[in-house]
């Protein structure tokens, strides 16, 4: 059971895995590539959201590994044999477990390693790139807007990185907008900043008071662009980039230096452990729901939507004690909440299968005393 339950649990991952990272990578695709970066920065860029994805795959997978599989076992009566032979549901439950610990395994080294390291790196990143003017504004054709107010615009550049028949305007200061034109124009470091400098061109100047428009042609002119640019901050002083150790064993650092309230700390630190214990949760939910009843020759639909609402369920109770962390750190404990309630669950399906004829006695004295309640 357990090798079946690993192969369908790496198919529901490679499936889910690539319908969550396509879906980003277009989105993503569609922003570096429309600011000129090359292609192996979206590559670099997809392959750090990889961790993240997979953190919420994780657990989706191992239920549907889980569902299928025991459905199947069920539907070709594999189950029911095995039981003849002796095999209680909690001796059935000894695969379902060990499957759950090894995907919670690979839960905790995302949620404790992989991914605080991936999106620390994700957002130096990122903001590399932003800083990166030329990718910003060595795009022919095409008018881009490198910051709010700034327009700037090449018709050609050269292999030599002559640029061509070049525009800009600068709308920063409304009441002062101006516009330089030049034939050509060249992008020069200098002193730690780029200056644009444009060969035999025009510059004009609106002067809103009054209304009058100053021009000025210019053989050679420098313009500092450096300043136009709008780069993102780095900031890896997030609660969410902090490792594990620093969380607990040094909370109150961590709060220094992220400006993190001792709830956000609590909720991040317990999260990554509760993560986990969740992953065993959904594989146990899902194995448990398919034992409770009778074979049926018409399936065991009912228990699979009784696993599927007792998993949305438990996913609730984990965003309801959420916000309640988040405000006391010492409400802790609730983090562990949803994984307590599953197991419960779990024990209480697992000790009804194992009597099946507790739910059908159950039923009829019931049904019995609405008959004897009933009037004559």
């Known amino acids: 059971m357990l090798s079946q339950f ?30 000129g970066q090359p292609a192996w920065i979206f590559i670099e860029f997809t392959a750090l959201t990889l961790p993240a994805v997979i953190g919420v795959v994780l657990p989706i997978a191992a239920f549907a590994g889980a569902v299928y599989v025991t459905n199947r076992l069920s539907t070709e009566s594999e189950l029911t044999v095995v039981q003849a032979t002796g095999y209680s549901p909690w001796r059935l439950m000894r695969p379902v477990l060990v499957f759950g610990i090894i995907i919670a395994a690979m839960m905790s080294l995302l949620t404790h390693v992989l991914i605080p390291a991936s ?7 990122q903001v590399e790139i932003s800083r990166n003017i030329s990718a910003k504004l060595l795009t022919e054709g095409e008018f881009l807007h490198p910051s709010p107010g700034v327009t700037f615009y090449i018709r050609e550049i050269t292999p030599v990185g002559e640029l061509r028949d070049v525009f800009m305007s600068d709308r920063r200061d409304h009441e002062a907008p101006v516009i330089y034109t030049s034939k050509r124009a060249y992008l020069v470091r200098e002193g730690g900043g780029t200056k ?7 510059s004009q100047n609106l002067q809103r008071d009054g209304n009058r428009l100053f021009t000025t ?10 300043r136009i640019i709008v780069g993102d901050r780095l900031n890896l002083d997030s609660v969410i980039y902090a490792q594990t150790y620093d969380l607990l064993v040094h909370p109150d650092a961590v709060a220094d230096r992220t400006g993190a309230s001792p709830g956000e700390i609590a909720f991040e630190l317990h999260n990554r452990f509760a993560q986990p214990l969740m992953c065993i949760m959904a594989a146990v939910i899902g194995f448990a729901s398919l034992m409770v009843g009778a074979y049926s020759r018409f399936g065991v639909w009912r228990q699979i939507v009784v696993a599927f609402f007792l998993l949305i369920g438990l996913k609730l ?29 779990t024990v209480g399906m697992l000790y009804a299968s194992a009597r099946p004829g507790m739910i059908r006695n159950l039923l009829r004295g019931r049904s019995s005393r609405v008959e004897k309640e009933r009037p004559a």
Request: no cysteine; glycine share 8%.
């Open 6 to 35: 690993m192969v369908l649990f790496g198919f529901f991952a490679l499936v889910l895995v690539s319908i969550f990272w396509i879906n980003k990578a277009v989105r993503m695709f569609d922003r570096l590539i429309g600011d």
């Open 119 to 125: 999106q620390s790196q994700l957002n130096i990143r």
């Open 196 to 202: 644009l400098v444009m060969v035999d061109g025009l």
């Open 217 to 226: 042609n210019f053989d050679d002119f420098s313009y500092d662009i450096s």
């Open 317 to 345: 109770v984990e965003g309801a004690v959420s916000g309640t962390v988040m405000a006391s750190a010492t409400a802790w404990p609730l983090m562990y909440l949803p994984t307590l309630i599953g197991a419960g669950l």
